[in-house]
């Protein structure tokens, strides 16, 4: 760990005041195009200060009050104020609260009641009103309702099907039953059926391999087969790999060797592959596989909500 | 954003940048108050156009789209040309959309919605994907979108498998073209209207694939199905039983003793076993469901079968039912003789929907020794100490090896009935194909496949056993490819585990290498207890306990686990030392709650609340995945603990055993306060890390 811990370690303060800088930066071209997203990054951005331990650097109030103004008469959460409710942006409101301890000031059968709606009669998720169907939102679906406690509302038998009928002859997952297999959406299917308790549905070795293949030459990892390495990858792949307990099956160290490699050390932030531009994106995944990979000095992360373990055990023990 | 260079932007542009923001800004702003204020106006619907030629990501100008396309669908009325010129618009608005970002989610689904309209030529439809498919063959959205235009225009699987042929034809390396031909294959088998036979369909795809392989044989594209083909192969075989316990034809003796509190315990040749819950366990060679009172019937009994495996699961390849033999029925004077059939009335199936095969018929019986007078008077618990000089390898013979280990010799008369020519042949063709590309060069794939294929002919030619003529090779395999691809090298490792496990326990001969008696405790005991020993094999995976479900003393100390799944099948395991391994959580002991006679533990010197992230943390039944509700009692907690969080995991799991022995010591949880919580919650402990509890 040595190695890790010296000048090409992890630049604690520069991702810090990077994420800071963000939050505050709205018309340069790349904030501009993230605008309607801008509920996803202000996760990313807090829970990666929260795995740094700066989340106190933010007003919580300002933070609540925006989200609180995200939200529609249905129940669900636009991207940004002014935009269209959709379940992507509902989670990411639900986690945000329940980084702050905050789930409380929702009025959570209201949520609750848009969430359940969108379940459709084969068990599958639309993402909002229009019908998009994904595995994606079936995830979602299963993160928010069990951190709001309301797991109960939905057919979870019926959901659990939907999502084991995605699973490919690799072991993985698509978006829709005969989508090909992409470690994103494998994180999406193994989460909801380890949040289900059905972590028995997935072929361990069959995707433990699969996914540790992802692992390239220069120690990042990819997504699909034959496709180049990138950070964000770190995250969904060892995840993943941690669900099913297959993580030791990759070669840690050359992993973290890239994460850190895809740092920008001067102005803060970490892209998608050595010297690209940075984003917020790439931050929270690349900081949040650390975490996975018990970097020190970065608080631990629950592999399947994807909140620091501190969160998610108070919500699922102090209870 | 994906492969942007870091590089500063240089000034000339950072103004072109600025103006570019400014101008997307406005038309953001723009849109969304038209949006809010349900303007449809042509001027709205263009600028709505050119913002998501910009910006297709931006979700909400999608959905105004189609709230306008309703608008003007209705105000057409009966009109088709009208209505036509309205989807006509949308369907360029994608396609203007997806020539900026050809991974648009939202492009993607309007153009669904557009079509699920009925509005559109679905022949055009699939020109354009053509077209769009040569210029990136990997494009998920558009594969996809193949896919539902198959569906809608009812294209033959034939035709679609042709279209993935010609892809693979262009370029090899294309691995969506391989999974669609997996997927089509699939649904080709299950209509099976085309007349043919998997085999005809496997061997034609082996080809295929190897042609693949050998062409470059590292690139992956090839790998995952080939090993799908493997499977697919030798998913043609039924479900059979490999093993029970008891054993058909044993005869168990079980003396009775009383034990410390006021319940009779009695013990099965020197160990515990409560009569009351007596195990009977059923070994498949693969996961079947169906396991139920009807199709396994056990003579006089009423039995509950429940499978070895998460709670909710339900298939498995271990089944288990509990006996009360202490009840109404058991007079208990002479021997009484259990019996079970399984399969008479069908039900019973594997995954893939292959029926149970042979009906088996399994007698044992079970007699009670009368109880001996010293056994009551002297029975003062020891503490078990797992000490070298405490075990001895005299000559165990072949009639306690059946019982007490439950070592079963292969049943030759059933092999022939399991086993198709055709699965041999295929994959001794494969054999040959793997050993011709190892010869021009040391292929990791090669090597990997060719191991895979010898396991998978042992496993044809051996149905019962774990016997296996390609082990030593298939280790020299596996040992090399921990050299040659060091990444990997825990992956292949826990394959040689399974491989030495293969290899002890396919003999007599080899087993009785590891069993030793026992004289470390309560030597006063009639029987002597017998222990496997597989301590010091740098083991890092179990599995194949097919052959050992009656061992009650287990000592896997000095290895490398990490995980002990599989123990669960272990059913009348009493003494386990799992010391100096690499657990690194409580939760790693999660098939321990299914051992109902277990009473001495020791997981000494291992990992356990060393590590930030627990990789079992899912695979533990408890609240985070909804399978059991932690019931805290306030008095076990310690009250100068920060919170119950803390302490979770070992409160679920000592909560459910009743051990009288647990060593602890050499893990990073262990401190004082830790012990007077585990005595607090485990009221049976009589022996804690060396020390006697008073
Ligand atoms: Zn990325």
């Known amino acids: 760990?040595?190695?890790?811990?010296?000048?090409?370690?992890?630049?604690?303060?520069?991702?810090?005041?990077?994420?800071?800088?963000?939050?505050?930066?709205?018309?340069?071209?790349?904030?501009?195009?993230?605008?309607?997203?801008?509920?996803?990054?202000?996760?990313?951005?807090?829970?990666?200060?929260?795995?740094?331990?700066?989340?106190?650097?933010?007003?919580?109030?300002?933070?609540?009050?925006?989200?609180?103004?995200?939200?529609?008469?249905?129940?669900?959460?636009?991207?940004?104020?002014?935009?269209?409710?959709?379940?992507?942006?509902?989670?990411?409101?639900?986690?945000?609260?329940?980084?702050?301890?905050?789930?409380?000031?929702?009025?959570?059968?209201?949520?609750?009641?848009?969430?359940?709606?969108?379940?459709?009669?084969?068990?599958?998720?639309?993402?909002?009103?229009?019908?998009?169907?994904?595995?994606?939102?079936?995830?979602?679906?299963?993160?928010?309702?069990?951190?709001?406690?309301?797991?109960?509302?939905?057919?979870?038998?019926?959901?659990?099907?939907?999502?084991?009928?995605?699973?490919?002859?690799?072991?993985?997952?698509?978006?829709?039953?005969?989508?090909?297999?992409?470690?994103?959406?494998?994180?999406?299917?193994?989460?909801?059926?380890?949040?289900?308790?059905?972590?028995?549905?997935?072929?361990?070795?069959?995707?433990?391999?699969?996914?540790?293949?992802?692992?390239?030459k220069s120690g990042g990892l990819n997504g699909r087969p034959e496709k180049l390495p990138d950070v964000c990858y770190s995250w969904w792949v060892l995840s993943s790999l941690i669900m099913i307990d297959r993580v030791h099956w990759i070669d840690k160290e050359k992993l973290i060797k890239f994460i850190l490699d895809c740092q920008d050390t001067e102005n803060g932030g970490i892209s998608d592959r050595p010297d690209d531009a940075v984003d917020v994106f790439h931050t929270y995944f690349g900081v949040a596989g650390l975490s996975l990979l018990e970097y020190p000095g970065v608080k631990p992360i629950d592999p399947a909500y994807a909140l620091p373990t501190d969160v998610v055990n108070r919500i699922f023990f102090n209870g | 954003m994906h492969g942007r260079p870091r590089k500063p932007e240089k000034p000339e542009n950072a103004a072109a940048s600025a103006a570019k923001a400014e101008k997307l800004r406005l038309l953001q702003s723009q849109f969304l108050s038209n949006h809010h204020n349900r303007i449809y106006t042509k001027e709205a619907l263009e600028a709505n156009a050119k913002l998501l030629e910009i910006n297709p990501e931006y979700y909400t100008a999608w959905n105004y789209r189609k709230l306008a396309v309703q608008h003007y669908v209705a105000e057409a009325g009966s009109d088709p040309q009208a209505i036509k010129s309205v989807y006509d618009e949308e369907l360029r608005v994608v396609e203007a959309a997806l020539r900026q970002n050809f991974k648009s989610y939202g492009a993607w689904h309007h153009r669904k919605w557009v079509l699920s309209m009925g509005h559109s030529s679905l022949d055009q439809e699939l020109r354009l994907l053509d077209k769009l498919q040569q210029l990136d063959s990997r494009n998920f959205h558009a594969w996809n979108y193949r896919r539902f235009l198959a569906e809608l225009l009812n294209r033959s699987v034939e035709d679609e498998l042709m279209h993935t042929e010609d892809m693979i034809g262009i370029n090899f390396s294309n691995y969506s073209a391989w999974h669609n031909r997996s997927m089509l294959l699939c649904k080709q088998l299950?209509?099976?209207?085309?007349?043919?036979?998997?085999?005809?369909?496997?061997?034609?795809?082996?080809?295929?694939?190897?042609?693949?392989?050998?062409?470059?044989?590292?690139?992956?594209?090839?790998?995952?199905?080939?090993?799908?083909?493997?499977?697919?192969?030798?998913?043609?075989?039924?479900?059979?039983?490999?093993?029970?316990?008891?054993?058909?034809?044993?005869?168990?003796?079980?003396?009775?003793?009383?034990?410390?509190?006021?319940?009779?315990?009695?013990?099965?040749?020197?160990?515990?076993?409560?009569?009351?819950?007596?195990?009977?366990?059923?070994?498949?060679?693969?996961?079947?469901?169906?396991?139920?009172?009807?199709?396994?019937?056990?003579?006089?009994?009423?039995?509950?079968?429940?499978?070895?495996?998460?709670?909710?699961?339900?298939?498995?390849?271990?089944?288990?039912?509990?006996?009360?033999?202490?009840?109404?029925?058991?007079?208990?004077?002479?021997?009484?003789?259990?019996?079970?059939?399984?399969?008479?009335?069908?039900?019973?199936?594997?995954?893939?929907?292959?029926?149970?095969?042979?009906?088996?018929?399994?007698?044992?019986?079970?007699?009670?020794?009368?109880?001996?007078?010293?056994?009551?008077?002297?029975?003062?618990?020891?503490?078990?100490?797992?000490?070298?000089?405490?075990?001895?390898?005299?000559?165990?013979?072949?009639?306690?090896?059946?019982?007490?280990?439950?070592?079963?010799?292969?049943?030759?008369?059933?092999?022939?009935?399991?086993?198709?020519?055709?699965?041999?042949?295929?994959?001794?063709?494969?054999?040959?194909?793997?050993?011709d590309l190892l010869s021009i060069k040391d292929y990791k794939i090669g090597k990997l496949t060719l191991a895979r294929l010898l396991m998978a002919d042992d496993a044809l030619s051996f149905p019962y056993g774990n016997r296996s003529v390609h082990s030593a090779e298939v280790l020299e395999l596996l040992k090399d490819l921990t050299k040659s691809d060091p990444t990997h090298s825990r992956y292949y490792e826990e394959h040689i585990s399974l491989v030495l496990l293969q290899q002890l326990t396919s003999s007599e001969e080899m087993l009785r290498r590891h069993l030793f008696y026992f004289k470390g405790a309560n030597t006063s005991s009639f029987h002597k207890p017998l222990c496997l020993r597989l301590n010091n094999l740098s083991l890092s995976r179990l599995g194949l306990f097919n052959k050992l479900l009656g061992v009650q003393m287990l000592d896997l100390s000095n290895n490398e686990l990490q995980s002990i799944e599989g123990l669960e099948a272990m059913q009348l395991l009493s003494c386990l030392n799992l010391s100096k391994n690499k657990l690194g959580s409580f939760t790693a002991l999660e098939p321990l709650r299914h051992l109902k006679s277990l009473k001495v533990l020791n997981i000494s010197d291992n990992e356990i609340g060393s590590h930030s992230i627990d990789t079992r943390r899912y695979l533990f039944s408890s609240p985070l995945s909804h399978n059991e509700a932690v019931v805290w009692d306030p008095d076990v907690v310690p009250s100068d603990a920060a919170s119950p969080t803390n302490y979770w995991e070992a409160f679920m799991l000592f909560k459910s055993l009743k051990l009288t022995q647990l060593d602890t010591i050499g893990n990073a949880v262990d401190d004082g306060r830790f012990r007077s919580f585990l005595v607090k919650i485990m009221p049976s402990l009589l022996f804690l890390d060396g020390q006697k509890l008073v």
């Open chain 2, 190 to 435: 299950k209509e099976n209207d085309t007349g043919l036979t998997s085999k005809d369909v496997l061997s034609n795809e082996y080809e295929l694939v190897q042609n693949a392989i050998f062409t470059d044989p590292d690139d992956q594209s090839g790998w995952f199905y080939h090993l799908w083909l493997i499977d697919q192969t030798m998913k043609a075989k039924p479900p059979i039983l490999t093993s029970s316990w008891p054993s058909n034809g044993s005869e168990l003796i079980i003396s009775r003793k009383q034990c410390q509190g006021k319940c009779p315990l009695y013990e099965y040749r020197g160990l515990n076993i409560d009569l009351k819950e007596f195990p009977v366990v059923l070994y498949f060679n693969q996961a079947v469901s169906g396991v139920r009172s009807s199709t396994v019937t056990v003579k006089s009994f009423n039995v509950t079968w429940k499978p070895l495996s998460p709670s909710n699961s339900l298939a498995s390849e271990i089944w288990v039912a509990y006996l009360n033999l202490a009840g109404e029925e058991c007079h208990f004077e002479g021997p009484i003789t259990v019996e079970f059939c399984i399969g008479q009335s069908q039900g019973i199936l594997s995954s893939s929907g292959s029926p149970y095969g042979k009906p088996l018929r399994v007698a044992f019986t079970v007699t009670k020794e009368p109880i001996r007078v010293q056994d009551v008077e002297g029975h003062n618990p020891e503490m078990v100490s797992w000490e070298d000089p405490n075990f001895c390898a005299d000559e165990v013979d072949s009639g306690v090896l059946n019982s007490d280990v439950s070592f079963i010799k292969e049943r030759k008369e059933n092999k022939e009935s399991t086993i198709s020519e055709w699965q041999k042949d295929t994959i001794s063709k494969e054999i040959a194909g793997f050993r």
């Open chain 1, 1 to 216: 760990m040595e190695m890790e811990m010296g000048n090409s370690g992890l630049a604690v303060e520069k991702h810090v005041q990077y994420i800071l800088s963000v939050e505050k930066r709205k018309d340069d071209f790349v904030s501009v195009v993230m605008e309607h997203l801008r509920l996803n990054g202000a996760y990313w951005g807090l829970t990666t200060l929260d795995l740094l331990g700066k989340i106190h650097a933010v007003d919580v109030d300002e933070v609540v009050s925006w989200i609180m103004a995200c939200q529609h008469e249905s129940g669900g959460f636009g991207g940004n104020i002014g935009h269209d409710p959709h379940i992507l942006y509902t989670l990411s409101a639900v986690q945000v609260l329940a980084l702050f301890d905050k789930i409380h000031i929702l009025d959570i059968d209201k949520v609750t009641n848009y969430i359940t709606k969108l379940q459709n009669e084969d068990g599958s998720f639309s993402g909002d009103m229009w019908g998009e169907v994904d595995t994606r939102f079936s995830y979602i679906a299963i993160c928010c309702l069990s951190l709001l406690h309301r797991l109960d509302s939905i057919n979870v038998e019926k959901a659990v099907d939907y999502i084991v009928s995605c699973k490919n002859m690799d072991g993985g997952f698509g978006c829709t039953p005969g989508g090909e297999s992409h470690a994103g959406q494998i994180f999406c299917c193994v989460g909801a059926l380890a949040i289900t308790g059905s972590l028995d549905k997935v072929d361990k070795d069959l995707l433990g391999w699969w996914l540790c293949e992802r692992q390239v």
